[in-house]
Structures are given as C-alpha cells and as structure tokens.
C-alpha cells in the first residue's frame, strides 16, 4: 500500500508525541528507513513533498504544455501533425533545453497522449478537393464528366535473386542481360468506370510509328521524353487528344479532370486547351492520401505486384 500525506503527517505526529521510529514502522504504512527521509526533509525544508516514482522526466512539464498550442495551430492551418511529428518535435525541444543529445520515443507519446486529455488520435482527411469542385467549378456534372488522370512509371526490377552457389563462399555475382528500361504511363478514368485511352510516353528522341500496332488499347497515345518523363509539351498533347475522345463519347459536355503530380507541368496553353475542349481542372492538394487517389490502389497496384 503506498502511503499518502495523510499518513506521513500521522506517522511524524506520533513520533513528536514520543514514539519511537521503529514502533510507528510497525503500525504505519511507512517503512522506517521513509519515515527518517520525511523527517530529515521536513527539518530541512519546514515541508513535506512526496516524489513521483522512477526516472525523471526528460523534458519539463511547462515545455511540454507548450506542444499542445503547437498541434492545435497546426491543425488550425490545416496540416494536422502524425505522431511521429509530434516526437521529433519534442525531441528537438529536448536538444536544445538540456544541451545534450537526447530523443523521445513512442514510449513519451504514450505517455504524453495520457497527460493530456484534449488530445485525441483522429483520422485525417483532406477535403480540398470536394470543396474545390462543390464551390469553385460551379457546374452540373454527373460521376460520368469526372475524370481521374494519374502517371506512374515502370521500370526493368532489379531485385536480387535466390541462386544455389558453393558453401563458403563470400559472393555470388550475377550477370543481368535484361537491358535498363523506363516507362511512364498516363491513365485516366472516369468516375464511373468509363477508361479512356492512356498515353504511353517512352524514352528517347521519338518513337516508331509502328509501335503500337500490337497494342490491345485502341487509339491511345505514344510519345517520347528524354527520360521517359512526363513534360509540358507531353502533357498539352494529351490535354488534345483527351479533348478529342470526350468531344466524340460525351458531345460538348464539360468535363471535371482531377490531377494531382501533372499539376507542376501546367502551361498557359495548357490552360487554353482545356477552355477550347470543356475541361476544368481540379488540381489534388501535394500528398494526398490514396483515399483521392483511386487509380494508385485500384489500377496501377495491381500492374506492379
């Protein structure tokens, strides 16, 4: 049983009434050796204070008060912390109050969680994007003028492979004859389901127009980066062709094209190819979750496993 300031008091009351230490020890939940330190404490300080069991805490409580203003100002703005932020910050308040290279783990968040009450693990969810198309757009779409546009890039893999090789020895080189290669695919999909031809955008100067003669996808695109990459050019290019298939499938019907990474390739004439064609662009905020990212879980995941 831990003994309370009720009973220290109680204890110490006893001993100034004429009690011996020892006879107080035996009736008390205090062992003798507590109730020297009590007395010893209270003849030095004229008080009693009860310490809290095992070590120290690394960062003092009027610090770690001031990382709840901290996340809530955070969240104000709209950019809610993860808890791994939460240490690494704390972690560098630690540094620089002690002096001393130290680091908080989960063990302190765990902790930290429980101290404070107002905080809570929530699920973050962006919605820059419904806010985006409810009240900027402004148009009468139905889930088929919805379009979803992602590029992903495949590449020769080059993991290591399992080999049978002589006990004993250190290494087992292998030689790869599979030449390096890159390639990038745009994929657009409408909301509900319609596919709408990719683009196929591989590396060099050009591409033979007899590329995609054995391609299964009718009238989709190719064309050629340096690097395989996605470009300004490239991606006017497909704004066109893309324009083409919507005008001959959905007639004048404006479209809602939702991109995220070709945002940072948007051009002026991007801009004007889709007012010629009826596209409204509706840019993802950077590192949106796969929740606004459709096509990474339900098409391009099942390519590259």
Not at 170 to 186: F, G, I, S
Not at 240 to 262: M, T, Y
Request: glycine share 6%; aromatic share 10%; hydrophobic share 40%.
């Amino acid at each position: 049983m831990t003994p309370t300031l009720d009973d220290i008091i109680a204890a110490l009351s006893r001993i100034e009434q004429g009690e011996t230490p020892s006879a107080v020890a035996r009736s008390s939940p205090l062992k003798r050796t507590s109730i020297y330190k009590y007395m010893k404490m209270r003849e030095n300080t004229g008080s009693i204070q009860i310490g809290k069991r095992g070590a120290k805490p690394c960062m003092p409580l009027n610090l770690e008060e001031d990382i709840v203003p901290w996340i809530a100002a955070i969240q104000r703005a709209e950019w809610p912390v993860e808890p791994y932020e939460v240490i690494i910050k704390a972690s560098t308040i630690v540094v620089y109050h002690a002096g001393v290279s130290c680091t908080v783990g989960r063990g302190w968040y765990a902790r930290f969680a429980k101290r404070h009450h107002d905080l809570a693990p929530r699920d973050g969810i962006t919605r820059f994007f419904f806010d985006h198309v409810r009240g900027c757009l402004g148009v009468c779409c139905t889930v088929a003028d919805v379009y979803n546009v992602d590029e992903t890039s495949f590449k020769t893999k080059d993991k290591n492979k399992k080999v049978v090789a002589i006990r004993g020895s250190k290494r087992a080189w292998r030689t790869d004859q599979n030449e390096y290669y890159h390639l990038t695919v745009v994929a657009p999909l409408a909301a509900d389901g319609t596919p709408v031809p990719p683009a196929f955008i591989l590396p060099g100067a050009s591409c033979a127009a007899t590329f995609m003669d054995e391609c299964p996808v009718s009238n989709a695109m190719t064309s050629a980066s340096p690097k395989a990459f996605m470009n300004s050019d490239l991606l006017d290019s497909w704004l066109e062709s893309f324009g083409e298939w919507k005008l001959c499938h959905r007639d004048a019907q404006p479209a809602i094209l939702v991109l995220d990474n070709c945002s940072s390739h948007l051009s002026a004439k991007s801009l004007w190819i889709c007012e010629a064609y009826g596209i409204y662009l509706a840019g993802l905020p950077p590192n949106a979750t796969h929740l606004l990212q459709p096509l990474d879980v339900a098409l391009f995941r099942t390519f590259k496993r």
